[in-house]
């Protein structure tokens, strides 16, 4: 019996030291009882894989074991599935990358092209530029390799070019290094906001000349609502750009399948990261997307999918406008969130028991900072409910923030106690009353 640790675990003194960021967030409890049914969660950002025909999937997995079993089975490259990499080639195509099928690397989701990535760039102490706010889970890799998170402003174009500018002379001036800018320029979680074209190549510009390398995170940038976004930063910038892709949001998060883009040398760092890491991606998976892609009518699925977040997204920036007119939000073009500002003085982390008490949920905005700022803001995730929950889940989000803010007027127009001066002798005086 170890004399060392803690009631709760004997090893907590042997956990290296970059465990310290990997502490589950407060509100991942609350998240478990959110995901009850009676409760409509609008915190998650789970793609709605119902609008997927099983059958498309079902067929294609039995057409991979029956023409190429043995190979689905079996160990595959570290860079991945050369069949399914030229298909790769055609998805970006339509954002507009030229590439070739060698510059690609098949990771298990991009979210494992994020943390190798940072794996090979981040000593302790690194610096890594990223929005403000910025993807939870990025953030969670970034603090896991003790990188500094530097946080750059974004406003309803993306992020602002000056602002970055700024960031990078005070990060420099205070002698740091800064390893390279993450940005998800079209339809970021969790703002919903798109990097508008021009900006992109001012950013790119200010990147170049400062040495920086972009880490472009895409998973949604082929949903879009109300016509193309700008295409992809990697289309115009090839040295200086990884882009990271994924078949999550496009077909289903179940298969793992995403990829990095990267410059040569990058690119070769990855693979053997990748081999070291799950020695190959999953090869069953690989032929049965490939599979997917070469006979199911994916562009036409894509547009389906774009048809049902659609319609979410109206219903929930319609309930919005009803039930919550006095707040300000982002309005997506694309992709899943909603990203709202409460008034000041409300903190979403603190109200969210008492939203899960009224049946809905939501992730605060802290999620989103390495700094503990966005106390006021939520993410919004109109992608897995129905119209019919989303509207019925802001109505009683709508109760929980009126009752907040009517707790808070209340308080705020209480009447300081009286002070009691007592007239002839002082028993016990009462301290600091004065
Ligand atoms: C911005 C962003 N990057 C990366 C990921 C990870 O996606 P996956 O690993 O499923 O490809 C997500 C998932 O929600 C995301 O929102």
């Not at 609008?42 to 067929?59: N, T, Y």
């Not at 081999?275 to 599979?291: D, G, R």
Request: aromatic fraction near 10%.
């Amino acid at each position: 019996m170890t004399t060392q640790g803690t009631n709760l675990d004997q090893w907590y003194d042997h956990y290296a030291d970059r465990t310290a960021g990997l502490a589950a967030s407060e509100v991942r409890a609350l998240f478990a009882v959110a995901s009850r049914p009676e409760v409509v969660s609008l915190a998650g950002g789970m793609p709605f894989v119902s609008a997927l025909p099983k059958e498309l999937v079902s067929g294609a997995m039995e057409r991979v074991m029956r023409d190429s079993g043995p190979a689905a089975l079996q160990y595959g490259s570290g860079q991945g599935l050369p069949q399914l990499r030229e298909q790769i080639l055609e998805v970006m195509a339509l954002e507009g990358i030229r590439a070739g099928v060698d510059e690609i690397v098949v990771t298990t989701g991009s979210q494992h092209a994020l943390e190798l990535i940072t794996k090979l760039f981040i000593d302790p102490g690194d610096v890594v530029l990223a929005e403000a706010p910025s993807y939870v889970t990025a953030l969670t890799v970034f603090k896991s390799f003790q990188a500094e998170v530097a946080h750059v402003v974004m406003d309803e174009f993306g992020l602002v070019p000056q602002a970055l500018r700024e960031t990078i002379a005070r990060v420099r001036a205070e002698g740091k290094p800064i390893k390279f800018l993450y940005t998800i320029p079209t339809f970021s979680n969790p703002a919903g906001v798109t990097l508008t074209w021009e900006r992109r190549l001012e950013i790119l510009e200010i990147c170049r000349s400062n040495d920086i390398l972009v880490l472009e995170d895409n998973p949604y940038g082929l949903l879009y609502f109300d016509g193309q976004p700008p295409h992809a930063m990697r289309s115009v910038e090839d040295d200086g750009v990884i882009y990271l892709g994924t078949f999550s949001k496009t077909l289903a998060p179940g298969f793992r399948v995403g990829w990095a883009l990267a410059p040569h040398a990058i690119r070769e760092k990855i693979i053997l990261a990748n081999e070291a890491a799950v020695l190959s991606p999953s090869s069953f998976t690989q032929y049965v997307i490939h599979e997917y892609l070469s006979e199911a009518d994916w562009k036409g699925q894509i547009n389906t999918f774009r048809g049902v977040y659609r319609e979410r997204r109206d219903a929930m920036l319609t309930a919005l406008d009803d039930y919550l007119p006095d707040l300000s939000w982002t309005n997506p073009t694309g992709g899943f969130y909603v990203w709202v500002t409460l008034p000041e003085n409300l903190d979403s982390k603190s109200m969210l028991p008492r939203a899960v008490k009224e049946l809905v949920a939501y992730t605060p905005g802290t999620a989103f900072y390495a700094d503990g700022s966005g106390r006021n803001k939520i993410r919004l995730s109109f992608c897995y409910p129905t119209p019919d929950f989303i509207r019925e889940g802001i109505r009683r989000l709508s109760t929980v923030i009126n009752g907040e803010l009517e707790l808070l007027t209340t308080f705020s127009q209480t009447a300081p106690l009286p002070v009691v001066r007592p007239e002839t002798s002082v028993i016990n005086p009462p301290a600091n009353l004065s």
